[in-house]
């Protein structure tokens, strides 16, 4: 399939890389930060999305263990006068529309969050789906495993945009299969 090469990093392999010029083919880069974590921007770097969110998940009306573990962590984030917020629809949709205005850029998509393991994979697998197109989202989900093996793509993050997209939960679906969390 063809689309732009795709990397996923935790912050500091991200700052590591970037401070190399020369060295990456890295023209674009997704870069999700926690309030209390740092984003990493480049100035060489043409395409920059910088977006601000935590690696929690939004409250489930249907588990309520999930629920209270979601507010005892907001809890004890409060207590460290920190407020964890979970990814939204819009972030989603910024994520789908960046991956858009970049699909001819010839180069990397670099995805980085604090871990390089839920939020980033999760911004790869919706750009990866927005390219490829509908009935590809278990090749986007495989392609994701391969570039990042520790991966676990945030399941809220990914559930919005598989609905943006009109995958009609078949994105979900195709990441349940390869990680049942």
Known sequence: MKHPN??????????MLLRKPGESDVRAII?????????????NIPHQLVLQ?????????????QAARIQYRQREAMNSDAALTPPTMDHARSIIDFASSIAD?????????????SRSSAATLLCLAA????GNEAYCVERVLAV???AV????????????????????????????Y
Do not use: M
Not at 6 to 15: D, K, N, T
Not at 31 to 43: K, L, N
Not at 131 to 134: H, S
């Open 31 to 43: 870069s999700i930060h926690g309030q209390r974590e740092y984003a990493v921007e480049c100035d």
């Open 105 to 117: 850029i010839k180069g990397t998509l670099l995805c980085q969050c604090q871990g390089g393991i």
């Open 6 to 15: 795709v990397l996923i990093l935790g912050y500091s392999e991200a700052g």
């Open 53 to 65: 969110f935590n690696d929690t998940e939004a409250p489930r009306d249907d588990d309520p263990i």
């Open 131 to 134: 390219w490829t197109g509908e």
């Open 153 to 180: 793509p945030h399941r809220d993050l990914v559930a919005f945009g598989d609905e943006l997209l009109k995958r009609k939960g078949n994105l979900v679906a195709a990441l349940q299969h390869k990680r049942p």
């Open 148 to 150: 990042r093996p520790s």
